[in-house]
């Protein structure tokens, strides 16, 4: 039995990398803002003979991240996955808006959540993956490649492409340490940022992770996949 951990629990991808890792028997840790209010988690933990407890936090939150460090203690983590995410802000081309402070304001929180908060929880739980010889993976996104050939998203692919980079550096670094960094496009999902007609399900994306993950090796580490496995340019 592995020791998961997830942020973003509690919809869409996270939700469905829980489901798939309690349905394989391992032990998980579920992160997301609000547990009282993640009824699915919620209905998980009361069937999941204690394969499942929750805990709150708040990636933008150091304390927040550091509190859950201080819940797991010693025990050792196989498997962390950085899943949570925000849009950040609008969308829009700079040529069809003008941002102002308060989406300026949203810019700065979505860094917290998705580029310094997957390293501030690494940081935190890295006595734990050290003594699992274990593995992060960050849900990053083809946005934050210097390949993709649309604009907009700025604030959503600048902390993905940032978070890449971070990610590339932590490889580096703990390799020799034996804790496998990498990152990961999850495909066009299905959820409430993708909208209803992306391309595949939470299901289907978790499972590709899953997978991408389990093959994770030290000789892999660093690099930038594709949900089904592949390696994506960047």
């Known amino acids: 039995m592995a020791t998961i951990v997830i942020t973003g629990a509690n919809r869409g991808i996270g939700l469905a990398l829980v489901k798939n890792y309690v349905a394989g028997g391992d032990r998980v840790h579920a992160l997301c803002r609000n ?29 927040s991240i550091d509190a859950v460090a201080q819940i ?25 808006t003008t941002f102002t402070e308060d989406d300026f304001a949203d810019w700065r929180n979505a860094f917290e959540v998705m580029t310094i908060g997957p390293f501030r929880l690494t940081q935190a739980l890295l006595p734990n993956l050290l ?3 274990g593995k992060v993976m960050t849900v990053s996104t083809q946005i934050a490649a210097s390949t993709w050939d649309r604009g907009g998203m700025y604030a959503y692919g600048a902390t993905k492409a940032a978070v890449n980079r971070l990610m590339l550096s932590l490889a ?12 990961i496009h999850p495909g066009y999902v299905q959820t409430d940022m993708g909208g209803p007609n992306a391309e595949i399900t939470p299901q289907e994306s978790a499972a ?27």
């Open 35 to 63: 547990p009282d209010q993640a009824a699915d988690l919620k209905q998980i933990a009361t069937t999941s003979a204690g394969q499942l407890t929750l805990h709150p936090i708040d990636m933008a939150d150091g304390q």
């Open 72 to 96: 797991l203690g010693d025990t050792p983590v196989d498997v962390l996955l950085n899943v949570a995410g925000i849009i950040g802000g609008r969308i829009d081309s700079l040529a069809n």
């Open 131 to 133: 003594a699992a010889s």
């Open 172 to 183: 580096i670094d703990l390799k020799a340490k034996g804790v496998c960094v990498a990152t």
């Open 208 to 234: 590709g992770i899953k997978n991408v993950v389990d093959k994770l090796t030290l000789e892999t580490s660093g690099s930038f996949f594709k949900w089904n496995g592949e390696w994506h340019p960047w």
